[in-house]
């Protein structure tokens, strides 16, 4: 039986598509973990972490499917943005259908690692007051948070309540571009408008 813990993840797509179909299994166990990561990071209401989870594979497959070496980044970053398009799709979907307004399932802790705008500080810092701002305090502070953030929603455009959402996810604009099918500097437009309007807020 090969070894198949020395192979990177592009010789193993290789090897899955001439036939090798444990290879696919390699993969798939390799990224689970991105893959529930990606769900705890979903916060839309009506998709609850195990339909996220089971939307992520299905991205992950799709990414195995998809990915060309010689076009995409990494495996990895490509089937980071699958993953997160395949369950923000099917999220959106379940929250259009029970007509609900966001729910308080939310990761608000990830960097802004490509905002061009990191300078205003964090999004998450014009909703909450409280000077402390470790995990501990937000926590206490959730229903603030989650009142906050349904109000913010409100004022959005829907281009600017998409953003918005996956911006709170954690991914940087040009993660968030790419997911919604835009250029990066329309996307970092947008959340600079997001940014206006929680001000005024």
Not at 91 to 99: D, G
Request: aromatic share 6%; hydrophobic share 35%.
């Amino acid at each position: 039986m090969p070894d198949y813990t020395q192979k990177t993840d592009e010789e193993l797509i290789m090897a899955y598509r001439d036939g090798d179909e444990a290879a696919i299994d390699v993969i798939v166990n390799r990224h689970k973990g991105l893959v529930r990561k990606k769900a705890k990071s979903m916060f839309i209401l009506g998709a609850d972490k195990d339909d996220l989870i089971q939307e992520g594979m299905i991205g992950l497959f799709k990414a195995i499917r998809d990915y060309d070496a010689g076009r995409d980044a990494s495996f990895y970053t490509f089937a980071s943005l699958c993953v997160t398009r395949q369950m923000y799709t099917a999220a959106s979907a379940a929250t259009r259908q029970k007509h609900e307004p966001l729910n308080s399932y939310i990761s608000i802790y990830g960097d802004e690692k490509e905002d061009a705008s990191q300078s205003q500080g964090p999004l998450i810092e014009m909703l909450v007051d409280a000077t402390d701002q470790n995990p501990e305090s937000l926590i206490i502070h959730k229903e603030e948070i989650r009142l906050k953030l349904e109000k913010a929603r409100a004022e959005l455009s829907e281009l600017e309540k998409q953003v918005f959402d996956l911006f709170l996810t954690g991914l940087s604009y040009s993660e968030i571009a790419k997911v919604l099918g835009r250029d990066e500097k329309s996307t970092d437009n947008t959340l600079s408008r997001i940014r206006g309007k929680l001000k005024k807020m």
